[in-house]
């Protein structure tokens, strides 16, 4: 097994021997673009992505669930702006085996209506893929 694997598959044994039983867990490494493959066979259920990873490249290289990635700094943008960003976002990841995020944390002086914005576009964004058919739909289970 490769290094990656025995390092990070190890949390989910420890958790396994400790008596649990399958906890879903994200692995979420801050600029690691270049090992989200390595990432996404090391016993996680889901990578998270930072806001520098391109969806079409994810998508290439991850063959489970992905959470992220917009950039945090998003929310800072005037509400159409965000929602052009957001919607954007949503529709290059899909719906399937994706969860909207940021791609990293949120500021303490974030103005909670630019991330109800983000949330409900995210919800009306998905729910329209949805109603169409979501293009990933077939590719990942």
Known sequence: SSGINAEYGGVKLGIMQRGLTDV???VFAKGAYHSI???SYAGYNVVGLDWTVDPNIARDFVHISVQ???DPCALYAPKEE???KTTEMVRQFGVRNYIA???HG???DMDPEHVRVFVDTVHSVSEEIMKKGDPYSQLYT
């Open 82 to 84: 965000l929602i052009a």
């Open 37 to 39: 493959s390595k990432l």
């Open 68 to 70: 992220g990635n917009l």
């Open 24 to 26: 879903p867990m994200i």
């Open 101 to 103: 995020n940021l791609g």
């Open 106 to 108: 949120i500021y303490p």
